[in-house]
């Protein structure tokens, strides 16, 4: 199998794992976006190594397709984060340590 077939396997793949861990995050399954960044990053160890000058078009193409994923699953996980922090503040009825401390030096 030639290098540029390899690599656009590698980024089909990386699309398909984006997919599963967006839909992992979406339905809160800890374990699918556990295995999902495990997957992931043993294609970047498999794309770190491809030679830039096999990028054709489609591999432009589907990379920045990955890094626009990327990012909206990165975005979805800190909104998720952000909305459990707020949940945990309600319930315990006192906000985060951190932005208090940060608040009262912002005011000192």
């Known amino acids: ?51 830039l000058a096999l990028f054709d078009e489609e591999c432009r193409a ?12 990165r975005q979805m996980r800190n909104l998720v984060a952000a909305n459990i922090a707020a949940r945990i503040d309600m319930l315990s009825g006192s906000p985060r340590l951190y932005g208090a401390k940060r608040r009262a030096a912002a005011g000192a």
């Open 1 to 51: 199998m030639s290098e540029n077939v390899k690599l656009k396997d590698a980024l089909r793949q990386m699309l398909a794992v984006l997919e599963i861990e967006r839909q992992a995050i979406a339905g809160l399954d800890l374990d699918a976006i556990t295995a999902a960044t495990r997957t992931k990053l043993g294609l970047c160890d498999r794309l770190e190594s491809a030679d």
């Open 62 to 73: 589907m990379s920045r397709a990955a890094r626009d994923a990327n990012e909206v699953n």
